[in-house]
């Protein structure tokens, strides 16, 4: 258990249709990644949120948003689903803004877009 | 690119080691990062390595060479609950977030 959680657990769309995920951080955690992971692939940076500002951000398009609030949860939004959004969402929460720090990984949201 | 290369599948018996390589390219390098991923699980830390040599943790161990470009994690006294993915994630310098590989999917047989 790594003290960081993720709702809903599990998620089914339709193409053009917009989803919103959340994610709690660990206690004492001010930063927190989100992950796609594709089925039989490692986890691609989405983006990166620290002390409620965007830190980073990966190769995705801008329909793919996200927030970060006042007690460091955050959400990802992700508006015109494809088909190939389908994946497991994760989200990471770290101490400090650092890339180089580790992450701790909640159990993820799978969304299936049909 | 930054390509992380691991080999996708890898079979071992119960009680046995295994050696699990991850390759990466050495430009930038700052650190290098094993993860366990059980199916449908979230990912868990294993190790985190920044300097050439081997770190172990009880049964899990894990070694970087820094100028090869090349590490490994090593499980051993394997066990069936050893079966998973890992993966192995490298951090470039910069602000640059973490660049995973596709992982290696362990199967711990009897």
């Known amino acids: 258990e790594t003290g960081v959680t993720q709702s809903p657990t599990h998620l089914i769309k339709t193409r053009g249709q917009q989803v919103t995920l959340r994610c709690s951080s660990q206690s004492g955690h001010n930063t927190v990644s989100w992950y796609q992971q594709a089925l039989g692939q490692g986890p691609q940076f989405i983006f990166q949120y620290y002390r409620e500002e965007e830190n980073g951000r990966g190769n995705f398009p801008p329909r793919f948003s996200g927030l970060q609030f006042p007690n460091y949860s955050s959400e990802l939004n992700v508006n015109a689903l494809e088909l190939d959004d389908s994946a497991l969402y994760l989200c990471?929460?770290?101490?400090?803004?650092?890339?180089?720090?580790?992450?701790?990984f909640g159990p993820g949201t799978r969304l299936l877009v049909l | 690119g930054q390509n992380i290369d691991q080999p996708t599948e890898m079979t071992a018996t119960e009680g046995a080691i295994v050696q699990i390589n991850c390759t990466y390219q050495t430009s930038g390098f700052n650190g290098l990062f094993w993860y366990q991923q059980h199916a449908g699980e979230a990912p868990t830390f294993l190790s985190y390595?920044?300097?050439?040599g081997l770190e172990e943790k009880g049964r899990f161990s894990s070694f970087l060479s820094r100028s090869k470009g090349y590490s490994y994690l090593l499980l051993k006294e394997l066990q069936m609950k050893d079966s998973a993915s890992y993966l192995c994630a490298v951090h470039y310098s910069g602000n640059t977030p973490l660049v995973f590989g596709k992982g290696t999917r362990l199967s711990v047989i009897a």
């Open positions: 390595n920044v300097l050439d």
């Open positions: 990471a929460s770290s101490l400090a803004g650092a890339y180089q720090e580790t992450q701790y």
